[in-house]
Each structure stands twice: as structure tokens, then as C-alpha cells.
């Protein structure tokens, strides 16, 4: 498999295992995995891609496409992982720009 020449800019919207659909600025979306040497040096806490994060991709000849390099991230909402031996961050989004807390107030109680 051989890509094309470019490089396209785009965001993540969501994560299924071992693809990860993406937005570009031209207004397409691609499924897209990601190449092992993504992962080449970087700490636990960088190596995830995540819903929000702005990545390049490659176009393959075939369709598919390939998560070249993942750009720093603005923001991200995270917290503790569960059920850890040691406490290690998870990244649920990046680069939030708003976040809309909606709640009950009546039923179903609160438990916490």
C-alpha cells in the first residue's frame, strides 16, 4: 500500500478500537488507523489518540487512511483511571472549546 503525496489536516470524532473516524478541513471523513512509529517516544500519557485531537493523515492508494502524527493538544478533559494499582491519567477528549454539564435535579436522585 502506498499513499498519495499529501498530507491532510483533521479532527478526531471517535475512536472504535483500532480505527479512528476522522473530520478534515476539505469536509471529508475517513476511517483511519495508526502507524506504529506514531508511538516512538512518547510517554503513556501521549501515546492515546482521542476524540478532539487534531492529527495529519495520509491517503492510501486503496481508500484507507493512515494517522501520521498527532499535534499538541490544546486542552483535554481527563481523569484518574479506575480500578488502577497506580493512579495514571485518562484523556476522555482534547481540545474542548465548551462543555454543557446537564444534570436532574429530581429523579433520578443523585448518589453522590
Excluded at 489536516?9 to 502507524?35: N, P, Q, T
Excluded at 485531537?53 to 492510501?60: A, N
Excluded at 488502577?84 to 436522585?109: D, F, Y
Amino acid at each position: 500500500m502506498t499513499s498519495d503525496s499529501s498530507e491532510h489536516r483533521g479532527r478526531v470524532l471517535a475512536c472504535f478500537r483500532d480505527e479512528w473516524e476522522v473530520a478534515l478541513e476539505d469536509g471529508r471523513m475517513l476511517r483511519a488507523s495508526v502507524r506504529a512509529r506514531h508511538f516512538a517516544g512518547l510517554s503513556e500519557h501521549e501515546k492515546f489518540v482521542v476524540a478532539g485531537d487534531t492529527v495529519d493523515i495520509s491517503v492510501l492508494d486503496d481508500g484507507g487512511a493512515v494517522i501520521e502524527r498527532m499535534h499538541p493538544r490544546e486542552t483535554a478533559l481527563s481523569r484518574l483511571r479506575p480500578r488502577m494499582r497506580k493512579e495514571a491519567e485518562q484523556v476522555i477528549i482534547a481540545n474542548v472549546e465548551q462543555l454543557v454539564a446537564v444534570a436532574s435535579l429530581g429523579t433520578p436522585r443523585l448518589n453522590r
